[in-house]
């Protein structure tokens, strides 16, 4: 598994949306001109993801498919990734606390990839009624 830092993430799931195979973004990667992600996604330069690159072709594909873990995320993290990756929002399928998250709704795919990438100071548990509360361990 490889070990990413949270602005990998976001970069790496922004990636993952813009329709490319793996192919075409090894390559873009390999020439460094970014340029054609960036007027996709304005917002984001694509540094951490060149930055990941650069530390092996196959750690970066395991990242890109979501073989990753964390370093350190922080609570505002996690809440956007769960809006970024998988399309959860607060209030509806969760409820965000002071230090977690508690009643999050989802199916266990999405439960595995997120126990995968959490860093080690969270910990996610099932709940007696089956949903799920991320707090720090």
């Avoid at 998250?101 to 089956?130: A, D, P, Y």
């Amino acid at each position: 598994m490889t070990i990413i830092n949270l602005m990998q993430a976001y970069e790496l799931d922004k990636l993952s949306k813009l329709d490319f195979t793996n192919k075409e973004i090894v390559r873009t990667l390999q020439t460094g001109d970014l340029s054609v992600w960036q007027e996709k996604v304005p917002n984001y330069e694509f540094s951490e993801t060149m930055a990941l690159f650069q530390e092996g072709e196959q750690l970066f594909l395991d990242a890109l498919h979501g073989n990753y873990r964390i370093k350190y995320v922080t609570l505002p993290g996690i809440q956007r990734l769960l809006y970024l990756r998988f399309q959860l929002e607060e209030g509806k399928d969760y409820q965000l606390l002071e230090t977690g998250i508690q009643h999050l709704t989802c199916n266990e795919e999405t439960i595995e990839k997120l126990q995968r990438m959490l860093s080690t100071n969270w910990s996610l548990t099932k709940q007696v009624g089956g949903t799920y509360s991320i707090f720090i361990s």
